[in-house]
Nanobody, 114 residues
Framework: QVQLVESGGGLVQAGGSLRLSCAASGSIISFTFMGWYRQAPGKQRELVAQSSSAGATIYADSVKGRFTISRDNGKNTLYLQMNSLKPEDTAVYYC????????WGQGTQVTVSS
């Protein structure tokens, strides 16, 4: 079965950086859409960034120029490099496979303090 395991979340001050990882097993991510989503308390889950198997990327307007989605197909791992973090980036971040998402990870908490 497909498993997606996120890591790399934590507490960081505003302006700092974090890199999230999503290790996949049971499926080869190089053939599929992969995405990062986030859900803040009291809000709906939203798409943060998406990567197609052809390498095309899409970003939410709120993270453009600050976040970068990438993948290491050899490691079957998806990444999200987050720079210039803001308190409003605080959320649980999830990786997902396919679009619309069919498989989800368990999430990793990112907290940005002001």
């Amino acid at each position: 079965q497909v498993q997606l395991v996120e890591s790399g979340g934590g507490l960081v001050q505003a302006g700092g950086s974090l890199r999230l990882s999503c290790a996949a097993s049971g499926s080869i991510i190089s053939f599929t859409f992969m995405g990062w989503y986030r859900q803040a308390p009291g809000k709906q889950r939203e798409l943060v960034a998406q990567s197609s198997s052809a390498g095309a990327t899409i970003y939410a307007d709120s993270v453009k120029g600050r976040f970068t989605i990438s993948r290491d197909n050899g490691k079957n791992t998806l990444y999200l490099q987050m720079n210039s973090l803001k308190p409003e980036d605080t959320a649980v971040y999830y990786c997902a496979q396919y679009f619309p998402p069919r498989y989800w990870g368990q999430g990793t908490q990112v907290t940005v303090s002001s």
